[in-house]
């Protein structure tokens, strides 16, 4: 058996002559989503996979969903034949413009058993001829094949090796993310040895010294392991003392290392490379040369073996020494390593002349957090998801360590200034304020990655989410969270209903919930209320509605907002819950308070036309049946269309009610969000419930309490009890319930999946006002049983997790650009062509 390594992330070119089994061999080796076949794509651009004219096409389609796969991190393995130079320069360039490595599999048969083969086809036309130059063509690319960029090349020689051949995938050599730490990641040292033994010894670690006292490891009771972002040598009084102790905590397992510039300067000097000895080299070659030559060899090796970067953590931290932009996390190539070595310059110098370097951390969106160090900086300071640790050591500033994940930073200050500094150690660059944000945050086709999850939000779906944010909402450091939509209980088999409490139960208990509390669904315009003790981070606060709009505007707003506060703080909630402010999920009543043009233009105007049409037409027939016209069927269905519209009108009219100002608003609060530091979501309904009726007995001439039932889905009588209690509430004119995981609005199912936050079952007399006022006739209702809910339950989860993260974002006191792109991402997706009715 012959085994072939390949790495995980990777461009596979099969090499052979028509015949020789490649297309066998990729569907024995690899899933079919992995192929790509030129016989495939001529298929596709031309309806037939041997018409040669359309081969140019074919392959321009093949590279540009090859370079998509590999942009996403996919293996992709092309079935070719790839005997022409140029065919294979263009899949190596796809591979280095995506910074994988390209990987050649030859399969070389017999030119006999590969013609016995090709006869066999009837779609393979061509004479023997054409087989014996495939063959020469072969011949003369083994040894082409390293030359033009493969970096592994596996040639299977005979049917019987070819079939006897195994894959085996290996994972990059920066691929480490078995690795969860925790982790002391350590600062460029810069031959600082005093100040790395005190640092390590600060952040708890045990020195082991050799018998001449020089230290050669480190351990750490705790098993926590260093991360060295590079450049230990140069300009400092003791590298090779600095190299010693960290090649020794790599050999003991205790330390990971990445290069840094110098270190790779260092190696093409001790290689014999032509290098000026500028920037701290030579006091280090000059350290070096009172050491023994093997431990000057040794040096070389472990510096020749460092690699560009680590991915760490399950992919959640990447250490590098100049940082690294998420493009080319845990990629393998030239570009790569010179990214993570030297970072991105501008081309220009500056007044000292240092080139001026790409600020790459102010555009940074990864998910992954990266640790770098490389240009010094007097303080460490956060740009997005990055940090650089540089600061200074050697330049009489100090030598700093992340501890992670704690995002603690511990440093210990230089002895004194080793090496003075071209450049001042002076204030990093200036960085976008937290509190500004770019156009580009937000704009075009945006992948957005958060703790929940991951969505891709539409150009068009932005470009709708902007022109609402930009013209209506409300100030975005103001607006932290918006409400998911919520998704229907599935269609009722009950008579005479489209939802019932039966199957929002049903629903739940599919998911393994057992417990759900019911809510009454309160009629009115969904209120998000961000209120301050004081005026400070938030100016007070905000009420906005479900889209981010001010809700009345000043100077109601602010009114409404006084009489939230001052609720607040009458149950003492500012002390119990340690905050300064709170965010709260509310609805405002009556519906006719802020949807009263709505009413009278899409609801009333239809009651009305019926309740002044419909009489006349009754009358008409009553006089049609005295004169003994056969009418009876026609009247008893405009009958039936007038009692219709009653119910049409009163339904809606149940959610009308006189207001002036605030007099006749009423707040119903059912869950409070989050406080300074924390968000609540992970808190059960019990305890947002209890917090809301607080907030009632202390104003309850203005907050409306939510009458509720937990109900244990195991228990029928529960589950009765319950239904029995939807259905007096909706023959009294309420809209319904909504029904949620008693565990909380962060909860999840037993597989580990988020839950719907709540799953609403509206009254049938409700539903009139949605669906119009005949839509229980047996034919519409029948019709109406038919509606896909699908897209508006995955919508309700997209836009949920992003609710989820926005409020651990806001908890977390994230950049701005990151709290507002999930709260605008939530926004874009109200744009997907979803039934409103639902």
């Known amino acids: 058996m012959t085994t072939l390594d390949i790495p995980e992330l990777a461009l596979v070119a099969l090499v052979g002559v028509s015949g020789s089994g490649k297309s066998t061999f990729a569907r024995r080796h690899f899933r079919p989503s992995q192929v790509l076949s030129s016989d495939a794509f001529r298929a596709m651009v031309a309806d037939d996979e041997n018409d040669q004219s359309a081969s140019a096409d074919a392959f321009d389609a093949l590279h540009h969903v090859a370079g998509v796969r590999l942009r996403r991190g996919r293996l992709t393995v092309v079935d070719a034949t790839n005997l022409q130079p140029h065919a294979r320069a263009a899949l190596v360039k796809v591979a280095r413009?995506?910074?994988?490595?390209?990987?050649?599999?030859?399969?070389?048969?017999?030119?006999?058993?590969?013609?016995?083969?090709?006869?066999?086809?009837?779609?393979?036309?061509?004479?023997?001829?054409?087989?014996?130059?495939?063959?020469?063509?072969?011949?003369?690319?083994?040894?082409?094949?390293?030359?033009?960029?493969?970096?592994?090349?596996?040639?299977?020689?005979?049917?019987?090796?070819?079939?006897?051949?195994?894959?085996?995938?290996?994972?990059?050599f920066n691929d480490r993310r078995e690795l969860t730490g925790p982790f002391d990641i350590v600062g460029d040292v810069h031959g600082c040895r005093e100040e790395l033994e005190a640092l390590l010894l600060r952040l708890g670690w045990t020195l082991?010294?050799?018998?001449?006292?020089?230290?050669?490891?480190?351990?750490?009771?705790?098993?926590?392991?260093?991360?060295?972002?590079?450049?230990?040598?140069?300009?400092?009084?003791?590298?090779?003392?600095?190299?010693?102790?960290?090649m020794g905590m790599l050999a003991a397992g205790h330390a990971i290392c990445v290069p840094g510039n110098h270190e790779q300067k260092l190696l093409r000097k001790l290689r014999g490379r032509d290098v000026r000895l500028t920037h701290g080299l030579a006091e280090?070659?000059?350290?070096?040369?009172?050491?023994?030559?093997?431990?000057?060899?040794?040096?070389?090796?472990?510096?020749?073996?460092?690699v560009s970067h680590f991915v760490l953590d399950g992919g959640r931290l990447v250490v590098a020494h100049a940082g690294l932009k998420e493009a080319y996390q845990g990629r393998a190539s030239g570009r790569v390593r010179a990214f993570a070595l030297f970072g991105?310059?501008?081309g220009e110098t500056d007044e000292y002349g240092l080139p001026v370097r790409y600020p790459w951390a102010r555009d940074y969106r990864g998910s992954a957090m990266v640790v770098y160090g490389h240009t010094p900086t007097p303080e460490p300071e956060w740009v997005n998801n990055t940090i650089c640790i540089d600061t200074g050591c050697v330049f009489g500033g100090q030598l700093t360590a992340l501890r992670y994940p704690e995002q603690e930073l511990v440093a210990v200050p230089a002895v004194k200034e080793w090496y003075p500094p071209v450049r001042p150690l002076v204030a990093s660059t200036p960085t976008r304020p937290g509190t500004v944000l770019d156009l580009a945050d937000v704009t075009g086709r945006r992948h957005i990655e958060?703790?929940?999850?991951?969505?891709?939000?539409?150009?068009?779906?932005?470009?709708?989410?902007?022109?609402?944010?930009?013209?209506?909402?409300?100030?975005?450091?103001?607006?932290?969270?918006?409400?998911?939509?919520?998704?229907?209980?599935?269609?009722?088999?009950?008579?005479?209903?489209?939802?019932?409490?039966?199957?929002?139960?049903?629903?739940?208990?599919?998911?393994?919930?057992?417990?759900?509390?019911?809510?009454?669904?309160?009629?009115?315009?969904?209120?998000?209320?961000?209120?301050?003790?004081e005026p400070g981070r938030f100016d007070g606060g905000v009420v906005h509605t479900r889209t981010g709009r001010p809700f009345f505007g000043p100077p109601l707003d602010e009114e409404l907002l006084a009489r939230v506060r001052a609720a607040v703080t009458t149950v003492g909630l500012w002390t119990e819950l340690g905050t300064d402010w709170l965010l709260l999920d509310c609805e405002l009543l009556p519906w006719s308070a802020k949807a009263g043009g709505l009413i009278r233009e899409q609801y009333a105007g239809v009651g009305a036309a019926g309740r002044a049409a419909l009489p006349a037409v009754l009358a008409t027939l009553d006089a049609a049946a005295g004169r003994g016209l056969p009418v009876d069927e026609l009247r008893g269905r405009m009958a039936d269309r007038a009692a219709e519209i009653e119910a049409y009108s009163a339904a809606y009219r149940a959610y009308?009610?006189?207001?002036?100002?605030?007099?006749g608003v009423t707040l119903a609060p059912f869950a409070v969000l989050a406080g300074a530091g924390a968000s609540y979501a992970d808190r059960d309904h019990g305890w947002h419930l209890d917090l809301a009726d607080r907030l009632c007995a202390a104003d309850p001439e203005f907050f409306t309490p939510t009458r509720r039932r937990a109900v244990d889905l195991t228990d029928a009588a529960a589950v009765a009890a319950a239904t029995e209690w939807w259905l007096a509430l909706t023959a009294a004119g309420g809209e319904g319930m909504v029904v949620k995981p008693y565990a909380g609005p962060a909860a999840r199912s037993a597989r580990g999946s988020l839950l719907q936050p709540g799953i609403k079952c509206r009254g049938r007399e409700y539903l009139r006002i949605i669906y119009g006022p005949g839509y229980t006739e047996p034919g519409q209702l029948a019709a109406l049983r038919r509606r896909s809910l699908g897209r508006k339950r995955g919508l309700a989860l997209r836009e949920h997790a992003l609710g989820l993260a926005a409020l651990d974002a806001l908890a977390a006191d994230a950049p701005l650009w990151r709290r507002h792109e999930l709260v605008f991402a939530i926004l874009a997706c109200e744009s997907e062509p979803v039934d409103p009715r639902l």
Request: net charge negative; proline share 6%; glycine share 8%.
């Open 344 to 346: 991105e310059t501008t």
């Open 284 to 306: 280090t070659m000059a350290q070096l040369d009172a050491e023994d030559p093997t431990f000057v060899a040794e040096v070389a090796a472990f510096v020749d073996g460092l």
């Open 656 to 663: 009308v009610g006189p207001t002036d100002g605030l007099r």
């Open 450 to 533: 958060h703790a929940y999850g991951s969505l891709t939000v539409p150009a068009e779906n932005a470009a709708a989410a902007l022109e609402v944010m930009s013209r209506f909402a409300v100030d975005p450091g103001r607006l932290v969270w918006l409400p998911p939509t919520m998704a229907p209980c599935s269609t009722s088999t009950v008579d005479g209903f489209l939802e019932h409490p039966a199957q929002a139960f049903a629903d739940y208990r599919a998911a393994g919930v057992e417990r759900v509390v019911c809510e009454e669904k309160h009629m009115g315009s969904r209120a998000v209320v961000l209120v301050e003790r």
């Open 97 to 172: 413009e995506h910074d994988v490595l390209p990987v050649a599999i030859v399969l070389d048969v017999p030119e006999a058993l590969a013609w016995e083969r090709t006869e066999g086809r009837a779609d393979r036309t061509f004479g023997r001829q054409v087989l014996a130059r495939m063959q020469r063509d072969l011949r003369r690319s083994y040894g082409q094949l390293a030359r033009e960029g493969f970096r592994k090349v596996h040639v299977l020689r005979g049917a019987e090796e070819i079939d006897a051949a195994e894959i085996r995938y290996e994972k990059l």
């Open 208 to 246: 082991r010294r050799d018998d001449a006292g020089r230290p050669v490891d480190a351990v750490h009771p705790a098993g926590r392991t260093a991360v060295f972002v590079g450049d230990l040598v140069d300009r400092g009084p003791d590298s090779p003392g600095v190299l010693r102790l960290v």
